[in-house]
């Protein structure tokens, strides 16, 4: 019996992927559950287990090929219709068999499940070479992917390896290799194109509509943090605090969602299709990441209702997560309010834009010592205090400036002295 595994729709209406990473080989036998691929969707990078368990007997797309929903990417078999095994290729008794319902597995598996074992690698005694796909050229899958980003044909080629597989270092031997007439003078250097697609088109579209179709107005102000600096230095020291990371965003955070206390339409959103202000009464905070991928949105739940040990730990498996560019599609979606750090890339600040699906997002320029007046007015002085420059973007269609400043103040008030949170 041969199961044919075809990518599925993992949520929010995937309708295609691209195959990032394979994790099995022709000839091993896995279990179901067992993760096959990696794919990159709209929204991130997942892994897919496998409904089936059995031999897997071919892998029906490339690395690096975008392909439909429903579209077969890999045949599993029963190991027990497998070819023979000789002494050097034979599996384990434990996996000569399979129970006939993890072969009726549904697809529907993706994202949860036990993982039981690790998949077991049959011992091959010939290397089989990269698949051809039908090219009639052999080559390494990194190589193909390369080879489609630098738009060369693989037909034109030479290997340098004796079984005739290309491999990335045959294409960067090729693109740097000296051109066999001059080049114009004014074409000095050279030009690579990547793909628009997955993660990258995605955000590309939802920030394209955003922009026109919110009216957006930004607001800013560059506030005194030094007491924000000092708390954290605190906050480090704390037991309570082990093991969470402690910076100046996790108190803009939490003076984020003590601000909303005052000025709640900044947690709503315009229904333009019902002609209604949503307000939310609760509060999933989206803190934007920079990953290899893209930018991700990941967002805690309830970030309102948590304790300031608890937002730090949300917040740090978040970001962390994001960075490996693998945050499933349910933590980037039903956001409410956004925070974009800029600081750590040296900016001052800037005027972002709105995450579809919210009203407001909220910048943080980089914490750098300034020169500052200090005192009252009868002992005004010049001190060096940390300083920082937020910024707030909203809808201005019902957020009006008298709202967007009064929360944006408030933000402010709490980070320039975080003892005036007990007023919040």
Not at 55 to 69: A, D, K, Y
Request: aromatic share 4%.
């Amino acid at each position: 019996m041969v199961n044919e595994f075809k990518l599925p729709d993992v949520g929010e209406g995937l309708t295609e992927a691209e195959i990032v990473e394979w994790h099995v080989a022709v000839g091993d036998v896995i279990k179901v559950n067992d993760p096959v691929c990696d794919i990159e969707t709209a929204k991130s990078v997942v892994e897919l287990p496998s409904p089936y368990a059995g031999v897997v007997q071919e892998l029906l797309v490339e690395v690096g090929t975008e392909v439909q929903v429903g579209t077969p990417i890999i045949r599993i078999g029963d190991p027990v219709e497998a070819s023979a095994p000789s002494p050097e290729a034979s599996a384990p008794p434990a996996e000569t068999s399979a129970p006939e319902q993890e072969a009726e597995q549904p697809l529907t598996l993706v994202g949860y499940g036990s993982k039981e074992d690790a998949v077991v690698r049959r011992n091959r005694t010939v290397a089989a070479p990269a698949a051809a796909a039908g090219t009639g050229v052999l080559a390494k899958p990194t190589a193909r992917k390369l080879a489609r980003d630098l738009g060369v044909d693989l037909a034109t080629v030479t290997p340098e390896r004796d079984d005739g597989v290309i491999t990335t270092a045959d294409l960067e031997a090729l693109t740097n290799a000296p051109a066999s007439s001059p080049a114009p003078a004014a074409s000095i250097g050279g030009e690579r194109r990547e793909p628009i697609k997955g993660l990258r088109k995605q955000m590309g579209q939802a920030m394209v509509d955003s922009a026109f179709t919110l009216p957006h107005v930004t607001i800013w102000t560059s506030v005194d943090v030094t007491r924000t600096s000092e708390l954290v230095a605190t906050l480090k020291a704390d037991r309570d605090f082990a093991g969470v990371r402690v910076s100046p965003l996790l108190i803009v955070a939490k003076a984020t969602l003590l601000a909303m206390r005052r000025t709640p339409i900044i947690n709503s959103w315009w229904d333009e299709a019902a002609q209604e202000i949503v307000f939310k009464e609760y509060v999933n905070l989206g803190i934007a990441a920079a990953t290899p991928r893209g930018l991700q949105v990941p967002n805690v739940k309830g970030a309102d209702r948590m304790s300031l040990v608890e937002l730090g730990s949300a917040i740090s498996e978040l970001t962390d997560v994001a960075r490996t560019g693998k945050t499933p599609p349910a933590d980037q979606t039903g956001g409410t309010f956004t925070i974009t750090n800029i600081g750590p890339f040296g900016i001052d600040g800037g005027a972002p834009i709105i995450n579809p699906g919210e009203s407001a997002i909220l910048s943080v320029g980089a914490i750098k010592r300034q020169p500052w007046i200090v005192g009252t007015d009868d002992d005004e002085r010049i001190e060096p205090r940390d300083v920082a420059t937020l910024a707030l973007s909203f809808d201005h269609r019902h957020i009006d400036g008298e709202a967007g400043s009064r929360f944006l103040a408030d933000v402010a008030r709490i980070v320039g002295d975080p003892s005036t949170a007990l007023l919040f």
